[in-house]
């Protein structure tokens, strides 16, 4: 039996729990109190919003929940996130995203989800490998915008949503007080033997100036699953730096300037060719893979005029992967010695403009956005004709109202434009220009029933042109697939969100947001595998519909979490699963606060159902983590933090459906940070 028996009841169980703390009408006071997950303020939605408030699905991630998952990928941060989690594997190359069961790793899928790293976005396609690559130890935020009504801001093509990962600051480690700040810290990872050692350094010389450097330096050896199994190509080494400054202007230093450059770099000799999942048949090569990220950005938002809230970024993306020694006895152009790049320049200006009336206030946020962006794939016989070479040009212009009519209702209808033009490497032969247009309405409304209790929903249309790849790829027999049709998915979303202060005590806080989402997939582009063909090709359409809880509990002795996730989709010519549908499941945390010793404990539970595709089929698994965190105040440990936990307490042997490895066992887990500030 699969856990959906045992899943079902847990759920329904903590969600009965959270209506029953409902009041039928209670008006909540003015008093302050502590706010949850679904209280943070959603920066990437164009007016600022809070997320519980927001008539989209969007989960916020701060820096004390990055330190409290103890990361060693990326890939861990997601655990916690309703409908998102990474695909691919944990390898640190193997990395990629679902959203709402968009997301494929064998479909050239990464232009569907739109990740961006301080506004810059990112982009990378390759053969068995991922398509982010970066440490944990970078970020500060994290914003997941689920569903293609994201679109409007971010881009024609974000058919499961955005991704935005936002680097440390300055000011996240200087006191009010003081003018330096100095961090260092050290993690190891027992099932691995992972070690990290991390230094961060800023400085605030004057109000008008603040700089950060940070370096990390990340080692491990393969892991082993429940099984103690090693997962071969899983170690690797690298090193991280970050150097981010910002500059305030202008009258009350209101505007500011900030540059940022962020770097990734990892090489492995002998790793596995493979990295999205073992294949033993491809060997080993030796790879180098360096991401880079520049980021100018100019914030104005021009207190007292209303007209002006202007955000302005400049930035490049350069993900280069160096590959050679090939142990693979496959002749293929795929395992000479190579280099594979992308390379993004953009530019992205937006403005919101605030009007009001009597009983009507509007924010309106429009803008443009420019990109440029270059595919490098060169082997030592010449152009990778699987890994087309080119360009790929994109305007994109865009514009969301956000109308706020007397104190209930909310409507925000928006709509982007984006020309593209993609343009292959004069080498490849039988190709020429392609110019698309997409269009991407939408449409979100937000009824506050009372103080506690709001209803919404939303309808979009999205169009994704095709990539680079789908469009100029050729093999023997097989042609560019010139003809290509973009995708379109409509959507819907429906849900509510309730929130209440002094539940169980005068000073707590519960907030639960629930949505259910609905969405139609035309003109899916797959990969044909008949001689003669094209080499890609529009497909039968597919839908997806699920639905999504998360719900969080805060107080001053104690905190609950919950994230729940059903995601169903099918060809809708075969009726079968589709391959890139997560399993159900539920992830809860419990714990417990010491405040006068500085101390949190607790306890984190997945539960994840089976699922089956076709023939292939996952078992279901349930893994437990028990956690404590310590911060000391005062005397001579002010400034330390001890974190320990054991994740995969009981040693589970489990796979989940999306990624290519079976999962860590017992992992043992510590980090120890000091910080000091002058």
Not at 63 to 69: E, M
Not at 89 to 110: H, K, P, Y
Not at 211 to 235: F, H, K, Q, V
Not at 531 to 553: F, H, I, K, S
């Amino acid at each position: 039996m699969g856990h959906r028996a045992h899943l079902r009841p847990l759920f329904a169980s903590v969600s009965m729990l959270a209506l029953l703390a409902a009041p039928a009408a209670t008006a909540q006071d003015d008093t302050p109190g502590l706010f949850t997950r679904l209280g943070r303020v959603v920066l990437g939605f164009g007016a600022e919003r809070v997320a519980i408030d927001t008539p989209q699905a969007v989960t916020v991630l701060d820096q004390a929940d990055i330190d409290d998952t103890q990361p060693t990928t990326v890939a861990e941060l997601f655990d916690f996130v309703p409908g998102t989690q990474a695909i691919g594997s944990d390898r640190v190359g193997g990395l990629s995203f679902n959203i709402r069961g968009v997301g494929e790793l064998s479909a050239s899928d990464e232009s569907k989800i739109i990740v961006t790293v301080d506004g810059a976005t990112k982009f990378y396609e390759q053969y068995r490998m991922g398509s982010f690559f970066a440490d944990p130890e970078l970020y500060k935020r994290v914003e997941v915008l689920r569903g293609p009504a994201s679109a409007t801001l971010y881009g024609s093509g974000a058919l499961g949503g955005v991704i935005n990962f936002e680097t440390k600051d300055p000011g996240d480690f200087i006191a009010a007080d003081a003018t330096n700040a100095l961090r260092l810290k050290y993690s190891y990872d027992s099932n691995g033997q992972g070690n990290l050692g991390s230094v961060i350094y800023a400085t605030r010389p004057s109000d008008r100036v603040e700089m950060l450097g940070a370096l990390t330096y990340r080692t491990a050896e393969n892991y082993e699953d429940g099984d103690g199994r090693e997962i071969e190509g899983s170690e690797f080494d690298a090193a991280s730096a970050l150097v981010k400054g910002t500059y305030h202007f202008g009258d009350g230093l209101s505007q500011s300037l900030t540059a940022s450059y962020s770097l990734w770099d990892s090489e492995a000799d002998d790793t596995a060719y493979s990295q999205t999942g073992s294949l033993s048949a491809f060997g080993t090569i030796d790879r180098d893979i360096r991401d880079q990220t520049v980021s100018l950005r100019w914030q104005n938002p021009a207190p007292g005029n209303p007209w002006i809230d202007l955000d302005a970024v400049l930035s490049y993306s350069n993900t280069e992967v160096e590959q050679y020694n090939a142990s693979a006895p496959i002749p293929s152009p795929l395992f000479e010695d190579s280099d594979y790049a992308y390379r993004t320049t953009s530019l992205k200006v937006e403005n919101t403009a605030r009007m009001s009336g009597p009983a009507w206030e509007n924010y309106l946020t429009f803008g443009m956005q420019v990109s440029h962006q270059e595919r490098e794939a060169q082997a030592t016989s010449g152009n990778i004709l699987f890994h087309p070479e080119g360009t790929d040009d994109k305007i994109g212009l865009f514009a969301q109202s956000e109308l706020i009519l007397g104190e209930r209702l909310t409507l925000i209808p928006g709509i982007r434009a984006d020309f593209v033009s993609l343009d292959p490497d004069s080498s490849i032969p039988d190709t020429r220009s392609v110019d698309e247009t997409a269009i991407s309405p939408k449409l979100a409304v937000m009824y506050d029933v009372n103080d506690a209790i709001s209803v919404f929903g939303s309808v979009a249309r999205t169009e994704r042109v095709a990539t680079l790849d789908e469009l100029f790829s050729t093999g023997p027999g097989e042609a560019a697939s010139l003809s290509l049709d973009p995708e379109t998915a409509k959507s819907a979303e429906l849900g509510f969100a309730w929130s209440r202060e002094g539940v169980l005590a005068p000073s707590d806080a519960m907030q639960l947001k629930t949505t259910a989402f609905y969405s139609d997939v035309q003109d899916l582009i797959a990969r044909d595998n008949t001689v003669g063909t094209p080499y890609y090709r529009n497909v039968d359409e597919a839908e997806l519909w699920g639905v999504e809880v998360e719900a969080a509990y805060e107080s001053e002795r104690a905190f609950a979490r919950l994230a729940y996730s059903d995601v169903r989709g099918e060809d809708k010519a075969t009726g079968e699963t589709l391959s890139s549908v997560p399993a159900q499941s539920l992830a809860l945390s419990l714990g417990g606060r010491v405040p006068a010793h500085g101390l949190d404990y607790g306890w984190r539970g997945q539960l994840v159902d089976s699922i089956a595709y076709g023939t292939q089929s996952f078992d279901s698994y349930t893994l437990h983590e028990v956690f404590v965190d310590w911060t000391p105040e005062g005397g001579a440990l002010e400034g330390m933090n001890v974190r320990a936990s054991v994740e995969n307490l009981f040693d589970e042997t489990y796979q989940n459906s999306l990624s290519g490895d079976y999962g860590r066992g017992r992992t043992y887990k510590l980090t120890l940070s000091k910080a000091i500030d002058w």
